[in-house]
């Protein structure tokens, strides 16, 4: 709601309440990114992941954290978790990383992603995060896209700091 003074007030009370509750945690460290503080987000987000490995949010919110920080060895960590394909084919992601980079390993699993969406739903707005990462502006806008088409409920996001696709803004 572009009120990150509230959010943050909200935030904090919540996480003072149930500071192990990881719906809170990820909730948490989404607002401390829409105050640009990537870095508290990170951290927040480490221990959260540490206790709960597979926990969707805190990956989700650790991408863009990891992502705006600068921490691209944490981002990719993050996107194994996030794209939902088999343990081989992530191990294939791995090798590109390894051997190409992050860039050709996004795409490669971008490609992959693309597949499963013509059958099964793929979360538009976690899409568009993947494309904007790897400067595919054309991209994120199809995905923005879809997920205006399907009522995405994390488009409320799309203007704020933590998904911060700032170059689209024009």
Not at 14 to 25: C, E, G, R
Not at 80 to 92: C, F, Q, S, T, V
């Amino acid at each position: 709601m572009q009120r990150p003074k509230e959010a943050k007030i909200q935030a904090e009370l919540a996480y003072k309440l149930d500071p192990k509750n990881p719906l809170i945690q990820s909730t948490y460290g989404l607002t401390l990114c829409c105050e640009y503080n990537y870095d508290a987000a990170v951290h927040l987000l480490d221990n959260l992941l540490a206790s709960d490995p597979d926990n969707f949010l805190g990956h989700s919110v650790m991408e863009m954290a990891a992502f705006h920080g600068g921490n691209i060895d944490r981002v990719f960590e993050a996107e194994k978790r996030l794209i939902p394909i088999g343990d081989e084919a992530i191990n294939g992601i791995e090798r590109i990383y390894n051997e190409k980079g992050f860039t050709p390993a996004i795409e490669e699993g971008m490609k992959q992603l693309e597949v499963i969406a013509e059958e099964k739903y793929v979360v538009p707005v976690d899409a568009a995060c993947k494309y904007y990462i790897i400067n595919q502006d054309e991209k994120v806008l199809e995905w923005l896209e879809k997920g205006f088409e399907q009522h995405d409920p994390n488009m409320a996001f799309i203007g704020t700091p933590w998904l911060g696709f700032k170059r689209l803004y024009d």
